[in-house]
């Protein structure tokens, strides 16, 4: 995620996404549009070009459609969390909030559902990349480059959770939201509090992507998730991160 602090200096065009869905005509024109935008695009249609591709090219990004021949998107996506935290953003016409969630669990930053206005997910991608740079750029002083809790640890200058002395991998809106509550801890977040802080997105109706968000951050930092010591639930308004004694 390094390097995206060089792109970012370079302009847009530096930033590479990779698309993979098997519409083609639907991803030319997602594709004409993001190139016109300044997006590096590569467009791949199944999911073995798919995992070469990712493979060979490093992208900074991707928009991963969820019906995949060969490989599909749920599987491509459980494939690529385990050696790297690249964003992603699923792109599905599966609207049912429970085909969602599936995403959101495997490890997605962000989903929309089809049909899907170009200009939203521009929004989106801009604000993910944005958000991923503005995290390595970030220079902490040395007594607070790392938060530090009973069983955990956060590094802000390489962008890593180590819990128990191990480093474990987290999406860019996981990281985003542990360092949010570390940050203030004892502060209450509403749901749209914190949908917005990772999304920046206007909410009309409860949506249930902060909630897989916990769900895995407490699989990640708590000792017995099922029963959270550091991310407590506060019922009818959001989220408090305590510090246990």
């Known amino acids: 995620m390094v390097c995206l602090v060089l792109k970012q200096l370079c302009g847009a065009m530096q930033y590479s996404i990779l698309m993979i869905e098997d519409d083609e005509f639907l991803a030319q024109q997602v594709g004409r549009f993001l190139e016109q935008s ?3 695009v590569n467009l791949v249609f199944d999911g073995q070009q798919a ?8 992208p900074d990004l991707i928009l991963l459609d969820w019906m995949l ?3 599909s998107g749920i599987d491509l996506c459980r494939e690529i969390r385990k050696t790297s935290t690249v964003p992603i953003i699923m792109l599905t016409a599966k609207g049912e909030e429970s085909d969602k969630i599936i995403g ?11 049909p899907y206005s170009l200009k939203e997910l521009l929004a989106r991608i801009r604000r993910i990349l ?14 607070t480059e790392r938060l530090k809790f009973p069983h955990f640890e956060l590094d802000e200058s390489t962008h890593r959770l180590i819990v128990n002395g191990q480093p474990l991998e987290t999406t860019c809106s996981e990281f985003d939201l542990l360092r949010l509550f570390c940050r203030q801890p004892g502060r209450v977040f509403s749901r749209d509090d914190l949908l917005s802080h990772i999304s920046g997105k206007e909410h009309g ?3 249930r992507s902060v909630d897989m968000h916990i769900s895995n951050l407490r699989k990640k930092i708590e ?6 010591v550091y991310l407590k639930t506060v019922w009818g308004v959001g989220y408090r991160f305590e510090i246990p004694t």
């Open 38 to 40: 300044g997006y590096q």
């Open 51 to 58: 995992l070469a591709s990712f493979n060979t090219n490093a």
């Open 69 to 71: 021949p060969e490989i």
């Open 104 to 114: 959101l669990e495997l490890g997605a930053d962000d989903y929309m559902t089809k």
């Open 130 to 143: 944005r958000r991923v740079t503005e995290a390595e750029q970030q220079v902490a002083p040395i007594e």
């Open 205 to 207: 109706a409860f949506d």
């Open 223 to 228: 000792p017995a998730p099922k029963k959270p």
